[in-house]
């Protein structure tokens, strides 16, 4: 690859398309440590057991491994296909992410999923990120895919710091300007990513939850800054794209799916879309662990829905070395001779600590009695990890509080629904700290007391469930007025039993051993 070439030869390079970036990381790095940040999902958890981080070798060289030979065809390894998980960066490299060719949109037991005619484009709209995807409607291919932090986030990391900026002086429509003028901006990238692509964009469709929802579409925050936290208008929302200030071929309409009520928002809407949890037979869940903790449990009869104010502690916010999943953050902590050892992505020097590792390493602290079962450090005032990064007792006491809120909720819910946990045949667990949680530690700390089994990481279901809209929705204003119907919102602290119950639920499991 010329003009890269590091004369330190500590260090390679990856070009990554169609994102158009080039990385420089330490020769032998991961690739999952790095191409995680850049949209790559590891459905599996990185165990080389799904083929949802595919990517195709355009050149430099990754040998193929077992699990490859298992997972895909000859004609795949031949063409350059590999798995992400199961790589390292020993040499320069060029690769395509081919995460966005969609597999799934092929399965069309559900969707039928007619072909369409042109463009369509997807967007989650996150709290920290946001992703947009375009997809041909013809094929179900997706032929571009970019990711940004949300701009909105220089104004206050978590939802309810938002909020309180939205309802301030001016705040709501300078929320409002940037993150439209930003989705404006990605779309445009799209188009621009998609070599030799054209045609007409024939519907946009987003997905976020209830706050990003009414960011969006200019709707007052002001009820969700005090109790009953009730939204005024949550339906779907429907815009034309120069009206919004975007230059797109066609000039679709700009669809932003409804919310299911209060904190739960068209993010998890699409969840069920992706998860198919409305046409269950048996009990199932969605939990997206998010800052809000969203759960939905049901079946194609009915479904319950809560958010939990889980906080912002599985984002690694608020926790006093707590960072984004990026290159330094400690992402898995594991007892080895009773001690603890630190995986720090990127191979680089540990700086901080995000929601997976912070999960790990109280599971850890737990098994080895340096934590007991109320939260209480062993020796009083911080538990070392690795070089300058440690957890200190309020650390402890915020993911206490979180897991806290969403054991209850979950326990709440199914109360509410007449089952206990034990009746739920699957639970999906939907975003990326989801997909990067450690199961094993989360059952440790008593986040997921869940039979092994049923308990399954879904990927990006927010992004996913926008894909499939495009197809359901193009030509008509449906906004799945069926599952609308079958979903009742359950404000948690009006259950006279919430309060009990999570007190009960930020106790820590005691040692199993």
Request: a negative charge; aromatic letters at 6%.
């Amino acid at each position: 690859m010329t003009g890269h070439h590091d004369t330190m030869s500590d260090f390679v390079h990856i070009e990554l398309l169609p994102l158009g970036k080039v990385l420089r990381v330490k020769r032998g790095t991961p690739l999952q440590d790095v191409l995680f940040a850049h949209g790559v999902e590891f459905p599996c958890g990185g165990r080389g057991r799904c083929k949802g981080c595919k990517i195709k070798v355009l050149a430099g060289t990754l040998p193929i491994t077992e699990e490859e030979k298992r997972r895909l065809t000859n004609g795949e390894l031949a063409e350059g296909w590999r798995l992400a998980c199961r790589g390292r960066a020993e040499s320069d490299l060029k690769i395509e992410l081919a995460q966005w060719e969609a597999t799934i949109l092929t399965d069309d037991t559900v969707f039928a999923f007619t072909p369409g005619e042109g463009l369509g484009i997807a967007v989650d709209l996150g709290t920290t990120t946001i992703v947009a995807q375009l997809v041909d409607l013809r094929t179900g291919h997706v032929l571009a895919v970019r990711a940004a932090l949300n701009a909105q986030a220089k104004h206050g990391a978590d939802i309810m710091s938002r909020v309180e900026f939205a309802v301030t002086g001016q705040g709501q429509p300078t929320l409002q300007n940037l993150v439209c003028k930003q989705i404006g901006a990605l779309t445009k990238e799209l188009l621009t990513a998609a070599w030799g692509v054209s045609g007409d964009v024939k519907s946009v469709v987003l997905v976020g939850n209830t706050v990003m929802h009414h960011l969006f579409c200019g709707i007052s925050l002001e009820p969700l800054s005090h109790y009953p936290f009730e939204p005024v208008s949550s339906g779907l929302q429907v815009f034309d794209a120069a009206g919004l200030g975007w230059s797109l071929p066609g000039n679709p309409a700009v669809r932003f799916l409804p919310c299911l009520g209060s904190f739960v928002g068209s993010d998890i809407l699409a969840g069920l879309l992706a998860t198919r949890l409305h046409e269950s037979e048996r009990l199932a869940a969605l939990i997206d662990l998010g800052t809000n903790g969203e759960i939905v449990v049901g079946n194609r009869e009915r479904m319950l829905c809560a958010s939990t104010a889980a906080g912002p502690a599985f984002e690694g916010a608020r926790i006093s070395m707590g960072m984004r999943a990026a290159t330094g953050a400690i992402s898995e902590v594991r007892v080895r001779d009773g001690g603890l050892l630190c995986h720090v992505l990127g191979n680089g020097a540990p700086r901080g600590i995000c929601g997976s590792g912070l999960v790990d390493a109280v599971a850890a602290g737990l098994e080895l009695g340096w934590i007991s079962s109320k939260g209480r450090l062993a020796n009083g005032d911080s538990l070392a990890l690795a070089g300058p990064v440690s957890l200190n007792q309020w650390d402890v006491r915020e993911l206490q509080l979180a897991k806290g809120a969403i054991a209850a909720g979950l326990r709440i819910l199914l109360e509410q629904w007449g089952a206990t946990k034990d009746d739920l045949a699957q639970v999906f667990l939907a975003g990326a700290f989801g997909n990067y949680i450690n199961q094993s530690s989360a059952r440790r700390i008593g986040l997921l007391d869940l039979a092994a089994e049923t308990v399954r990481p879904a990927g990006n279901t927010a992004l996913l469930g926008a894909k499939l809209a495009l197809f359901s929705l193009v030509g008509h204003d449906g906004a799945y007025p069926e599952i609308l119907a079958k979903v009742k919102h359950v404000s948690l602290n009006e259950d006279a039993r919430f309060q009990e119950t999570f007190v009960e639920e930020m106790v820590f499991p005691e040692n199993r051993a």
